[in-house]
């Protein structure tokens, strides 16, 4: 079952996208499949774990760097998208605490390099309103002491990544 807050956190994601249009039409939804390198997998938050997403199973993995547990959603055919997990939603970003700013925020995800195209562009190629959205949603996650010590889980792996390559 959703939190409320997790519930306001994908509402403000439920209209925008990084481009004007569906942007897995753009690379033929490349994201939403095994490239080997990537994976086939999405993480989820607490409380998405109970939800009803048919399109997929979901299992308890670990992230492949950190080996942090989580519970992963594979994707096995198109979902749907009113129903897309956090992460989907945010996609090709990634949250991460700015120091600079002392609030989290949101970057590229370096692990989308191996499958978005919109990945070189960086922020700057993705709609304003996707990305302020996505520092929103992130945010008002962060305000709950379960959700950011899963974020700080998502922010080591993926800076552990940045490491490994």
Do not use: H
């Amino acid at each position: 079952m959703k939190t409320e807050l997790l519930q306001s956190a994908l509402d403000l994601l439920k209209d925008v996208t990084p481009l004007k249009t569906d942007c897995g039409l753009y690379c033929d939804r490349a994201c939403c499949k095994d490239n080997g390198e990537a994976g086939s997998c999405v993480w989820l938050l607490p409380g998405e774990d109970g939800e009803t997403m048919n399109w997929g199973k979901q299992y308890e993995s670990e992230m492949p760097v950190t080996k942090a547990s989580v519970r992963a959603l594979y994707c096995a055919a198109p979902c749907e998208r009113d129903f897309r997990p956090f992460l989907c939603r945010i996609f090709p970003l990634t949250p991460y605490f700015s120091d600079k700013k002392q609030l989290w925020s949101v970057r590229m995800d370096r692990r989308a390099a191996a499958v978005c195209p919109l990945y070189g562009w960086g922020k700057k190629g993705l709609r304003a309103d996707f990305v302020k959205a996505a520092e929103e949603a992130v945010q008002i996650l962060a305000s709950d002491a379960e959700y950011e010590a899963f974020l700080k889980r998502l922010e080591a792996e993926e800076t552990a990544y940045r490491m490994t390559l």
